[in-house]
């Protein structure tokens, strides 16, 4: 199966900065730093960390932001448009924490579907989007593409989806193993791609770029 993508596009030229926030008990978390400088042998109140408590709070805030946002919604197809080749977005920029450690993962995601019979088709900037409130999670690298799958499976009844992840976990390369550089790749294919495994192949290769 060779693609003639009808378009490939990087998702920096339209990815926003508008997030919408899930809320978090900023309190908590504070209390809850408070108490791990406390356990490291340090001191909550000494000049330099009074105000980390919140700054931590601040930053979680936006690192999990993805919570309670539904991520089908941000896929809304387009009403009068219609596709029939290949759409795919890659170099979309992820940021998320690892469940296990609570340590960030950063990377590249691309994101690519085939328009069912029906034609039906999203917005670019949604499929960014999808990453964007999928990543702002606590996850791990293995669910974060079936995710995504599963939401352009159920927006838009596409006859084939792709997703590849590359992404370095400092968990791997700060602590345990200590292996700085190391990426961690992962896809999932559906549909039409599901058992083809020369058109993944070459899918992985559009995704790379």
């Known amino acids: 199966m060779t693609f003639e993508p009808k378009l490939i596009v990087s998702a920096s030229e339209v990815l926003g900065e508008h ?4 809320p978090v008990d900023a309190e908590q978390i504070a209390r809850g730093v408070e108490m791990i400088l406390s356990g490291i042998g340090e001191d909550p109140a000494r000049p330099g960390l009074l105000e980390t408590p919140r700054r931590v709070a601040e930053s979680y805030s936006d690192l999990v932001a993805g919570y309670g946002v539904d991520p089908v919604s941000v896929l809304e197809p387009l009403a009068d448009e219609r596709g029939t080749g290949l759409i ?7 940021a998320s924490l690892c469940e296990h450690h609570l340590l960030p993962f950063t990377g590249t995601a691309a994101v690519a579907y085939l328009p069912g019979e029906d034609g039906v088709i999203t917005g670019l900037s949604k499929l960014a989007r999808l990453m964007d409130v999928l990543s702002r999670r606590l ?4 669910r974060l593409v079936r995710e995504a799958a599963d939401a352009l499976e159920q ?8 997703v590849l992840i590359e992404a370095e976990h400092t968990c791997v390369s700060l602590r345990g193993a200590r292996k700085p550089g190391s990426i961690t790749v992962t896809t999932e294919a559906r549909g039409v791609f599901a058992d083809d495994a020369a058109a993944r192949a070459e899918l992985a290769a559009l995704a790379r770029g």
């Open 155 to 162: 927006a838009l009844s596409p006859r084939g989806v792709f």
């Open 88 to 94: 795919m977005m890659r170099s979309i920029p992820i």
């Open 139 to 142: 996850q791990v690298q293995e």
């Open 19 to 22: 997030r919408e926030r899930a």
